[in-house]
């Protein structure tokens, strides 16, 4: 018979179980070897363990001390209870064995020192048989049955995971639940912080029997308000439905879930919601209920209904922060693993806690943590990858979300962001001072030194025109964001007062209420970009208030009320005026929330030169694709710089390049294809173009 498949936890564990045999000079494998292994690399294993407070070093230390050690030479082989064992597992499950499977077959067969360090697991890994003839028979319950799941039921089919790190809001639950009157909870949160886990966590917590007695028996049925719509289509039958429900879960004892609950306010007839139907059995706790919304649809909807929100506890549910985060994905990592039959190092978790956290503020822990790892697993079955998910993985799929460099989040950032100053630098020619001042805040809020409520900076770069304003925040955002990054909003068009609608969307009962607006739409899909405000002080009073809260709190509310976190954003703002004017026309309730304001400094003969020079260079790469050389004698380079003037500074040479040098090469190839070379230089006081040794054309 051909050996089981295991997955690859148990597969990784077998060999290390091998290892501590031939350490100890063993002939044998045994099952306590792979006991101590699993406790070593299973992080399932240890965090169910400490659940039952167990310790897992404890346990290890007993096990190793009762193996003992031997004078064997030859490699060890596996045990007959450990072939046993694996056998059994291999023919309960499908493949391929788990470590799951395997240490219930354990459990099963365990005597010794084994049984003692796994008692504090063993109803979860083997869950005692209940005798029928205990269990009461409840009421039918066929309404129920059809609208909704039961979360007890598929919990022991192991099917929900256990609420990881959720332990404090697990109990706040459960005393509110088994109270004598009022035992309704509402659990109130943002999208994704973990409402419906936490009650999946009580069913695991049920179907464990780790609940107080008023619990232990109960059927907990998710209910969603859409269901029990679905289908309504004659007045009168929604209510029905409602009425029967109520009936049914008061007749049963069964706890109720409403997830989505604002749902039911939207529902029923004229004078009468679904809501208003479930009052009378909440205030007379014929049944339990718990709800799930969040805190705009609470405000909404439930806060509004007096009646109704006092008839349930209002439990918050936060967001994790980091720790809490990397502990639920530890704990999901084993069932992940087993789906997915790969190995999800320790690296993958800290990369999905740190850069989801990083670069995608819009969406909260644990649910884009875990959707990250989800899909960096997804990524690496469907690629054929046949190490562990690791870091990089996680970069790839936070980059496609957060439209960030892949490089900006591979590579050594610490070495990368010490080179940015010089970069920038090679690339915007005479602006010391505003290169300087633009790295420090990025370097600043990559390292995470920033206050955690202000944008990475909001600088005013202060200049004539063509001293290299919006050319400065484009390098900044191709070098320090990637490319792509910047957001340029001519505020000069935005001198009425409505125009604000153009930035953040009309409210509600306006024309396009439901179009995003350019700035609050750039925000969320590009968290890391620069947002250039070009020509600030032409704005409307109104628009520049709207930057207020931006500068001073790091979020913007978009026209529906929705908040738009800003923190990870370099703001620059830009005006052709002087200081002074700029701080008049502006007024310091503005120019007092700015981190600094920067006068660009006008270009001399030698920065001309050097911008001709990169004008020139650029255009030498592009011809140099259609397989022709450029040279380009010095008076050429003094010739173009000197296309720049008083009023325009050095952007009427980019176009003096174009129209001196390529537009006459562009005509040479007309006639002939590459490869050759061209030389460009100065006769007679004008630029000509031609072969490296004849004449001009």
Request: aromatic share 4%; hydrophobic share 45%; proline share 5%.
């Amino acid at each position: 018979m051909p050996p089981p498949s295991l997955d690859p936890e148990l597969a990784v564990a077998l060999g290390r179980a091998e290892a501590l045999a031939k350490d100890a000079a063993l002939d044998l494998i045994g099952v306590g070897h792979v006991v101590v292994a699993l406790f070593e690399r299973s992080a399932w294993l240890r965090g169910e363990y400490a659940a039952a407070e167990g310790d897992a070093d404890d346990a290890v230390t007993r096990v190793l001390a009762r193996l003992g050690r031997g004078t064997a030479t030859e490699p060890p082989a596996r045990s007959p209870r450990l072939i046993a064992a694996l056998a059994r597992a291999a023919a309960a499950t499908p493949p391929p064995v788990t470590t799951r499977a395997l240490l219930a077959e354990i459990v099963a067969d365990a005597d010794g020192v084994v049984a003692e360090v796994l008692a504090p697991v063993a109803a979860i890994l083997r869950p005692p048989k209940i005798d029928v003839a205990e269990v009461r028979i409840g009421a039918a319950t066929p309404l129920l049955d059809r609208h909704g799941r039961d979360l007890v039921a598929q919990a022991r089919a192991g099917t929900l995971a256990p609420a990881f790190g959720r332990d404090d809001l697990l109990d706040r639950l459960a005393i509110s639940l088994v109270r004598h009157t009022k035992p309704h909870v509402l659990l109130v949160g943002e999208a994704g912080v973990g409402k419906t886990a936490l009650v999946e966590g009580l069913a695991v917590r049920i179907a464990r029997g780790q609940v107080p007695p008023a619990l232990a028996r109960l059927r907990l049925i998710a209910v969603e308000p859409s269901a029990l719509v679905a289908g309504a289509s004659y007045r009168g039958e929604l209510e029905q439905r409602v009425r029967g429900l109520m009936a049914e879960a008061a007749e049963a004892g069964v706890l109720l879930f409403f997830d989505e609950i604002h749902g039911l306010f939207a529902s029923g007839s004229a004078g009468m919601t679904s809501a208003d139907l479930l009052k009378p059995a909440l205030g007379r706790s014929e049944v339990r209920v718990i709800g799930a919304t969040t805190t705009v649809e609470y405000d909404r909807w439930v806060g509004r209904d007096e009646a109704m929100a006092r008839r349930f506890e209002r439990l918050e549910v936060p967001e994790p922060d980091a720790a809490q985060t990397l502990a639920i994905l530890t704990g999901l990592r084993d069932r992940m693993a087993r789906h997915y039959g790969l190995v999800i190092d320790d690296d993958a978790l800290a990369a999905s806690v740190e850069l989801t956290s990083r670069h995608l503020p819009a969406r909260r822990q644990p649910d884009k943590s875990i959707d990250v790892l989800d899909e960096a697993c997804a990524r690496a079955v469907v690629r054929g990858a046949g190490g562990p998910v690791d870091r990089d993985e996680i970069a790839h799929v936070i980059a496609l979300r957060a439209g960030v460099a892949l490089e900006s989040l591979t590579r050594d950032e610490r070495a990368t962001l010490g080179t940015l100053e010089e970069r920038v630098g090679a690339r915007v020619i005479g602006q010391p001072e505003a290169i300087a001042t633009l790295c420090r805040f990025v370097v600043r809020g990559r390292l995470g030194l920033k206050p955690a409520d202000r944008p990475e900076g909001a600088v005013l770069l202060i200049g004539p025109s063509g001293v290299g304003k919006s050319w400065l925040a484009h390098v900044i955002a191709e070098e320090a964001y990637g490319g792509g990054a910047l957001l340029r909003i001519d505020l000069g068009e935005y001198g009425e007062s409505h125009h604000v609608a153009r930035l953040i969307g009309s409210p509600p009962g306006y024309v396009g209420y439901q179009d995003e607006g350019l700035l609050t739409g750039w925000l969320r899909r590009r968290p890391h970009s620069v947002v250039l405000l070009d020509e600030v002080d032409k704005a409307h009073g109104k628009v520049r208030e709207l930057l207020l809260g931006v500068l001073d709190a790091g979020r913007l509310a978009d026209g529906r009320g929705a908040q738009v976190s800003c923190t990870h954003a370099l703001f620059l703002l830009t005006s052709a005026g002087s200081a002074a004017d700029v701080r008049t026309s502006l007024g310091n309730e503005l120019t007092g929330r700015l981190d600094a304001v920067v006068a660009m400094s006008r270009l001399g003969t030698m920065e001309l030169r050097r911008i001709a020079e990169l004008q020139i260079a650029e255009a030498r790469a592009r011809l140099g694709k259609s397989r022709v050389t450029l040279e380009v004698d010095d008076a050429v380079i003094r010739r173009l710089a000197a296309e720049a003037d008083g009023e325009l500074g050095a952007r009427p040479i980019k176009a003096a390049v174009e129209r001196a040098l390529v537009d006459p090469i562009a005509k040479l190839l007309l006639e002939r294809a590459g490869p050759f070379k061209v030389r460009a230089r100065v006769v007679d006081g004008r630029i000509v173009v031609g072969s490296p040794g004849g004449s001009g054309a």
